[in-house]
């Protein structure tokens, strides 16, 4: 028993996925002991293993934990940071299964780690200790095609997942299918066009998304649409770096204050975010960024006035001490986990949107899937009906032209229109197109719980309703 003095304390990544979980099958009916099935890992190995470098033996610990096997291949990245530990790998590769049944994705949830700090070992070092960790969980198929496909996550990119897929080959040399056994690889590699910049895309397409719906965004206390809503985004990463930088370059939102590990930045014009950018990979700072101010205490910038607020570094950034003083009447979550349970009570009551993880960044692993179909079908989207949709389109062009002439009408298709319509959908295209299918689906469906189901009351909720549904509905289907 907890003593009723004591402060409450914030609870850990782990339990705040299960707060969360727990509060969402409250709604539920679903049969006895399925509830318990559905919320538990499945599994997690742990593996700790030796490399010889710089003269000596270092021990690495890294972990690969299966959530739910109720669809194969199970999904998700694996990080390498310090912070990685089994209770945030589990968090983690819950929130995968949760995030795949939402946006349909036809896998299981998965999330591996290694505890490492990136930044501290050479680029060959790191290649030696990725071959190894992949070796590791390779031979025992967490790393495999058909079971088990780990894709980036914080600390690791393409550059990491074509040694993956490299390492995987080397020890299957038969498997036609080995190149679908991690995700995020290089073009060169296996990858496919647009996965980099996937999680910030969803984002945005999220955002837009959103504000389709004008009873959504009047529950945000906000009016209108995208155009000059005021952004703070945490974290300059992949993710947020993207996001911030499509919203601001195709959506006229502006970026007003970016918080970064060492401060933060503030611009009430908007901060140009290529810029900030690269001066972030030259001086590793965003400290004196050309006109932006900068700001020591980068936590109280996370609770300035803005419509917007994009977390998308750490886990746990929003928690119980500061939720109530967060101005930004709508979060959209880029990271995994940035609003403990805690602070989600908190928000809630105060009326804050919040748009969830496991929806507003599942960018990712959408364009994961279709990179890992991209390595089933061994055939580049879009390569065998470009030019025959290129040749229709042009039918159609010289048939108005025709008409036009033929008739005496005097038609002449506006600047561009033939230009643009005469372009077959390539790759990119074709990814876009899919992912922003998916980010609209998969909102409606959350959307239609928030509005159909008032006792339900936020997005987060909705969502795990969702989730938690379709996992169900497919165990019941498996006949469990
Ligand atoms: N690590 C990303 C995530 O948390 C991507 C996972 C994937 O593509 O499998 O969603």
């Given at each position: 028993?907890?003593?009723?003095?004591?402060?409450?304390?914030?609870?850990?990544?782990?339990?705040?996925?299960?707060?969360?979980?727990?509060?969402?099958?409250?709604?539920?009916?679903?049969?006895?002991?399925?509830?318990?099935?559905?919320?538990?890992?499945?599994?997690?190995?742990?593996?700790?293993f030796g490399v010889r470098l710089r003269g000596a033996i270092h021990t690495f610990?890294?972990?690969?934990?299966?959530?739910?096997?109720?669809?194969?291949?199970?999904?998700?990245?694996?990080?390498?940071?310090?912070?990685?530990?089994?209770?945030?790998?589990?968090?983690?590769?819950?929130?995968?299964?949760?995030?795949?049944?939402?946006?349909?994705?036809?896998?299981?949830?998965?999330?591996?780690?290694?505890?490492i700090d990136p930044r501290a070992w050479d680029e060959h070092e790191l290649e030696r200790i990725t071959r190894r960790?992949?070796?590791?969980?390779?031979?025992?198929?967490?790393?495999?095609?058909?079971?088990?496909?780990?894709?980036?996550?914080?600390?690791?990119?393409?550059?990491?997942?074509?040694?993956?897929?490299?390492?995987?080959?080397?020890?299957?040399?038969?498997?036609?299918?080995?190149?679908?056994?991690?995700?995020?690889?290089?073009?060169?590699?296996?990858?496919?066009?647009?996965?980099?910049?996937?999680?910030?895309?969803?984002?945005?397409?999220?955002?837009?998304?959103?504000?389709?719906?004008?009873?959504?965004?009047?529950?945000?206390?906000?009016?209108?649409?995208?155009?000059?809503?005021?952004?703070?985004?945490?974290?300059?990463?992949?993710?947020?770096?993207?996001?911030?930088?499509?919203?601001?370059?195709?959506?006229?939102?502006?970026?007003?204050?970016?918080?970064?590990?060492?401060?933060?930045?503030?611009?009430?014009?908007?901060?140009?975010?290529?810029?900030?950018?690269?001066?972030?990979?030259?001086?590793?700072?965003?400290?004196?960024?050309?006109?932006?101010?900068?700001?020591?205490?980068?936590?109280?910038?996370?609770?300035?006035?803005?419509?917007?607020?994009?977390?998308?570094?750490?886990?746990?950034?929003?928690?119980?001490?500061?939720?109530?003083?967060?101005?930004?009447?709508?979060?959209?979550?880029?990271?995994?986990?940035?609003?403990?349970?805690?602070?989600?009570?908190?928000?809630?009551?105060?009326?804050?949107?919040?748009?969830?993880?496991?929806?507003?960044?599942?960018?990712?692993?959408?364009?994961?899937?279709?990179?890992?179909?991209?390595?089933?079908?061994?055939?580049?989207?879009?390569?065998?009906?470009?030019?025959?949709?290129?040749?229709?389109?042009?039918?159609?062009?010289?048939?108005?032209?025709?008409?036009?002439?033929?008739?005496?009408?005097?038609?002449?298709?506006?600047?561009?229109?033939?230009?643009?319509?005469?372009?077959?959908?390539?790759?990119?295209?074709?990814?876009?197109?899919?992912?922003?299918?998916?980010?609209?689906?998969?909102?409606?469906?959350?959307?239609?719980?928030?509005?159909?189901?008032?006792?339900?009351?936020?997005?987060?909720?909705?969502?795990?309703?969702?989730?938690?549904?379709?996992?169900?509905?497919?165990?019941?289907?498996?006949?469990?």
């Amino acid at each position: 028993m907890k003593d009723a003095a004591m402060p409450p304390q914030e609870p850990s990544f782990r339990e705040s996925v299960d707060l969360m979980f727990t509060r969402a099958v409250r709604f539920m009916d679903l049969p006895p002991g399925l509830e318990e099935k559905i919320r538990v890992c499945n599994a997690t190995y742990t593996v700790r293993f030796g490399v010889r470098l710089r003269g000596a033996i270092h021990t690495f610990t890294g972990y690969r934990s299966v959530h739910s096997e109720h669809l194969e291949p199970v999904k998700g990245g694996i990080r390498y940071a310090m912070a990685v530990d089994q209770d945030e790998v589990e968090a983690l590769a819950a929130l995968m299964t949760y995030k795949c049944a939402l946006v349909e994705v036809p896998f299981g949830g998965s999330k591996g780690g290694l505890r490492i700090d990136p930044r501290a070992w050479d680029e060959h070092e790191l290649e030696r200790i990725t071959r190894r960790f992949t070796y590791e969980l390779a031979k025992r198929d967490l790393i495999h095609p058909a079971q088990n496909v780990p894709a980036p996550d914080m600390g690791t990119g393409e550059r990491e997942m074509a040694w993956i897929a490299d390492a995987y080959r080397r020890m299957n040399t038969t498997d036609i299918n080995a190149n679908a056994c991690v995700t995020g690889k290089p073009l060169s590699a296996g990858g496919i066009h647009g996965r980099v910049e996937a999680t910030g895309r969803g984002l945005q397409y999220a955002l837009r998304e959103f504000f389709r719906h004008p009873e959504d965004v009047e529950r945000a206390r906000l009016a209108g649409g995208l155009e000059g809503k005021r952004i703070v985004v945490q974290g300059l990463g992949n993710v947020g770096y993207h996001a911030a930088k499509f919203l601001s370059e195709e959506d006229g939102a502006l970026i007003v204050g970016i918080v970064e590990r060492d401060g933060a930045i503030w611009s009430d014009e908007g901060i140009r975010v290529e810029e900030a950018k690269q001066w972030l990979m030259r001086t590793g700072s965003l400290r004196d960024c050309p006109g932006t101010k900068f700001h020591e205490e980068g936590a109280a910038v996370l609770e300035a006035e803005c419509d917007i607020l994009l977390p998308a570094a750490l886990e746990g950034v929003v928690h119980r001490d500061n939720a109530a003083r967060i101005r930004a009447p709508l979060i959209i979550e880029g990271a995994n986990g940035p609003v403990t349970a805690g602070a989600d009570e908190i928000l809630r009551d105060k009326g804050t949107v919040v748009i969830p993880d496991m929806y507003a960044n599942a960018g990712g692993v959408t364009v994961s899937y279709f990179e890992w179909v991209k390595n089933l079908s061994h055939i580049r989207f879009g390569r065998m009906q470009r030019r025959a949709e290129e040749a229709e389109h042009l039918l159609l062009v010289r048939e108005l032209e025709r008409l036009s002439e033929d008739r005496g009408l005097g038609w002449t298709l506006s600047p561009g229109f033939k230009d643009q319509y005469l372009r077959g959908a390539g790759e990119l295209e074709l990814v876009r197109s899919g992912l922003d299918d998916t980010m609209r689906t998969a909102y409606q469906s959350m959307r239609e719980v928030w509005h159909d189901k008032p006792e339900v009351g936020d997005l987060r909720t909705a969502a795990y309703l969702v989730a938690i549904g379709r996992v169900a509905e497919s165990y019941r289907a498996k006949g469990l």
